[in-house]
């Protein structure tokens, strides 16, 4: 994440073998070697408090190291140490350092106290280049929104027409620049700009605009907003917040109150844009920096507490879920969160209580119950999850394309628990809605084919399948599967060898493969394919099978094929 110290860059902390107990024990740490390795290895554990702590006791006896300072500096930063980040970009800043991070921090913190001239000292002088390309006018424009110059303020917005991806950003704070001074004409333009209808743009987007018609009197055009969105997004909470709140006679707020807000915005919706797998850190402290500016930012909360889950720190996400306010419309999404990461600890029992008392609060939802049949049906507790889904069939209402992957979940569900003809049913009624959707053709015709029936048909689903997911090791296994069934040996030797490729650990393909090469004579790899399946951990009804065809082959063996 951040660069390392000249003075402790040759220490090892395999050599000099620093425990995982020191790393979150910052007693055990005695000495300012000690302390650089424990926080050097907290931070390879993601664990940005503890590693911050550490660098700390380092740096109060190095405080002239400029490349310590930076790094505490970032360290505590992501770790949302806010006041210690804070007296850090102060003393870099002091140094003459110049730090694109720390000069943000400094400006947003002028920001909160309301000096908006210092602030945009601190942003103008940021440089135009990698992240702070977005921040800097972004915050610029807000800065001078706060000073109540709102041409300014949108004048900044200019910076963002070159870069690429990035209009939408620009039409959104221009729409909640101009709202926040009043001025409604011009800020509704904008919002509209965002996408060629407005039903169809981001969440943002529509919450704001949705807002602005609220609160200029036409309520019927925020009504029909929300209502075209949802039939395009149904079970969005925020959107079904809104027009609750609205049909309840609930006063609409702007999504963007003042210049703290619209900061803590732009930075959120930065932090969003960023890949998670390459950018993750910038994207934590992006979203640290919102939370401070606004406390009561839920959004970027659910935002925070999924980076946590990238670095599979699923304590620490929850604890961030558990922050959400009850009244929040993210509350439910926090919680249905939780629920996955309990999964994720190895508390399945846990996370399956409270999804059923979640059931019962929010009787109305399908949400809930489609998350615990999925938990249940990974978990191999099929009957169970068809007992849940069959409850959540009940609460779908009318039936739409979307809902194929429910139909597709619940027949391998009810597969797996030899409920057959129910089975079929629904793996029919998912092509009746997706009918080129190759995961269903794939597990339709795939079960077809280990029944015997519809072969023909099965195959061309299953090519079709192919077609649509040519590097996908168990579709492309599956068209093997149905080549040799029908007897063509030689094929499916071609089809399984190059499922093999793609999921060369998966048991099943590689027992495929020794069958399909015992039939073409190559029995010496069929006996290795078999042997290497049995080493690959196959399901209980798998290794008798296996096993028998070790000690005697397989029987009425019809080699088509050259031998091997």
Request: charged residues 25%; aromatic residues 8%; positive net charge.
């Amino acid at each position: 994440m951040f660069a390392c110290t000249n003075k402790f860059k040759s220490i090892s902390l395999a050599a000099l073998g620093v425990s995982y107990v020191m790393a979150f024990n910052p007693a055990a740490a005695n000495s300012e070697y000690g302390s650089f390795l424990a926080g050097r290895h907290a931070q390879a554990l993601k664990d940005t408090e503890k590693a911050s702590a550490f660098l700390m006791r380092v740096l109060e006896e190095n405080p002239e190291d400029q490349k310590l300072l930076r790094r505490t500096f970032l360290l505590s930063l992501a770790a949302g140490k806010m006041a210690v980040a804070i007296d850090l970009a102060r003393r870099i800043d002091a140094a003459g350092g110049r730090m694109a991070t720390a000069a943000l921090l400094l400006g947003i913190e002028a920001v909160r106290t309301g000096n908006y001239d210092s602030a945009l000292e601190k942003f103008d002088a940021l440089p135009r280049r990698g992240l702070t390309a977005y921040a800097a006018p972004l915050a610029a424009a807000w800065a001078n929104s706060g000073k109540g110059d709102v041409d300014a303020a949108l004048k900044e917005l200019d910076a963002l027409d070159k870069k690429s991806g990035f209009s939408a950003m620009r039409d959104l704070h221009a729409g909640l620049i101009n709202d926040a001074a009043g001025r409604a004409e011009a800020a509704e333009k904008s919002l509209r700009a965002v996408a060629p209808t407005l039903a169809k743009a981001p969440v943002r987007v529509v919450l704001a605009a949705g807002s602005l018609l609220e609160r200029t009197g036409r309520a019927e055009e925020a009504r029909g907003l929300y209502n075209d969105f949802l039939k395009n997004s149904p079970g969005t909470l925020a959107i079904e917040s809104a027009l609750g709140n609205m049909e309840a006679g609930q006063p609409a707020t702007p999504l963007v109150r003042d210049a703290s807000g619209g900061v803590a915005e732009s930075l959120f919706n930065i932090a969003s844009a960023l890949p998670r797998d390459r950018s993750g850190d910038m994207a934590m402290i992006y979203v640290r920096l919102a939370l401070y500016l606004r406390p009561d930012f839920e959004l970027a909360r659910l935002l925070l507490g999924g980076l946590f889950e990238n670095q599979r720190r699923y304590n620490a996400a929850n604890q961030i879920y558990q922050k959400v306010d009850a009244k929040s419309p993210y509350y439910w999404s926090a919680q249905l969160r939780i629920a996955d990461n309990l999964v994720d600890l190895d508390t399945v029992d846990r996370a399956v209580e409270m999804l059923r008392a979640m059931a019962i609060e929010r009787s109305e939802r399908t949400d809930v119950l489609v998350k615990l049949g999925g938990i249940l049906r990974s978990k191999e507790r099929y009957r169970e999850a068809v007992d849940v889904y069959d409850a959540a069939s009940e609460r779908l209402g009318k039936i739409t394309p979307g809902h194929w992957l429910f139909f597709y979940n619940r027949g391998i569900a009810l597969e797996r628990s030899k409920i057959w003809d129910r089975a079929e049913k629904d793996f029919l009624k998912a092509l009746e809605l997706q009918p080129e959707q190759p995961y269903v053709l794939n597990y339709l015709g795939y079960s077809w084919v280990e029944k015997g029936i519809n072969i023909d048909r099965a195959r061309k689903m299953i090519e079709r399948a192919v077609e649509q997911r040519q590097n996908d090791g168990y579709i492309v296994d599956s068209l093997g599967w149905v080549l040799y069934r029908l007897g063509d040996y030689v094929g499916s030797v071609k089809q399984l060898e190059r499922a093999i490729r793609l999921r060369p650990s998966d048991p099943v393909i590689n027992d495929h493969l020794g069958d399909a090469y015992w039939r073409v004579g190559r029995k010496l790899e069929a006996r290795f394919q078999w042997r290497r399946a049995l080493n690959l951990e196959p399901a209980d009804d798998l290794i008798s099978t296996i096993e028998g065809k070790l000690a005697g082959g397989l029987k009425d063996a019809k080699p088509t094929g050259s031998g091997g």
